[in-house]
């Protein structure tokens, strides 16, 4: 019932930024905490950061705090990720996904379809 549009990805070279997002199609989007992944072939799918339901809270991974930013727009049912220094190993599909609470297990009830980012010269 809940869709999710990722998008924003694209090529860039190392070093550079790419900012992604995701729109979402529920009439009641902060009631949702959402989250971004990623994940790269032949890879388990990486938790990267999620947000809290009014944005007040942050979380990041250690293998991208301090370069990535989660960010969300309750009026326009949106979240956000920034992306700054980015490096090869950054590449992969990035996923946005929505749960009514934070799961450490990556269990979440909606997902996009995805963005593709690639990090390269």
């Known amino acids: 019932q809940v869709q999710l549009v990722e998008s924003g990805g694209g090529l860039v070279q190392p070093g550079g930024s790419l900012r992604l997002s995701c729109a979402a199609s529920?009439?009641?989007?902060?009631?949702?905490?959402m989250v971004w992944f990623r994940q790269a072939p032949g890879k388990e799918r990486e938790f990267l950061a999620y947000?809290?339901?009014?944005?007040?809270?942050?979380l990041y991974a250690d293998s991208v705090k301090g370069r990535f930013t989660i960010s969300r727009d309750n009026t326009k049912n949106t979240v956000s990720l920034g992306m700054n220094n980015l490096e090869p190993e950054d590449t992969a599909v990035y996923y946005c996904?929505?749960?009514?609470?934070?799961?450490?297990?990556?269990?979440?009830?909606?997902w996009g379809q995805g963005t593709r980012v690639t990090v390269s010269s």
């Open positions: 947000i809290t339901k009014s944005g007040l809270g942050k």
């Open positions: 529920t009439r009641t989007f902060s009631n949702y905490v």
């Open positions: 996904a929505a749960g009514s609470l934070y799961s450490p297990e990556g269990k979440y009830d909606y």
